[in-house]
């Protein structure tokens, strides 16, 4: 089992930066595929960005953010930079099993986080 905490989301002026993080709990952290995927009010939940041996991301945030990982901290960080209004959601951390190839659905990931609010204004 993962148990899996968010935490640095908040309210930002339309061009700042922020940075997520997500504390992952249990054993073999650097086995499991990590990821980020945020909701919009109103909107479904979308992928944003996701880690194993390399990153991917959506083009949406693509060359604004960036996602990493430290293995040693059980820790995977969503830096986010040039925000935008659209980028309101909350942003979610989740997580599976195996690092075979870039994971990008929700229906491939086994646990999840409760969520940070990320709010930009403009």
């Known amino acids: 089992q993962v148990q899996l905490v968010e935490s640095g989301g908040g309210l930002v002026q339309a061009g700042g930066s922020l940075r997520l993080s997500c504390a992952a709990s249990?054993?073999?952290?650097?086995?499991?595929?990590m990821a980020w995927f945020r909701q919009a009010p109103g909107k479904g939940r979308e992928f944003v960005a996701c880690i194993v041996w390399s990153d991917f991301y959506a083009d949406s945030v693509k060359g604004r953010f960036t996602i990493s990982r430290d293995n040693a901290k059980n820790t995977v960080y969503l830096q986010m930079n040039s925000l935008k209004p659209e980028d309101t959601a909350v942003y979610y951390c989740a997580a599976r099993a195996g690092i075979g190839i870039l994971y990008r659905s929700i229906d491939e990931y086994e646990y999840w986080g409760q969520g940070t609010q990320v709010s930009v204004s403009s």
């Open positions: 249990g054993r073999t952290f650097s086995n499991y595929a």
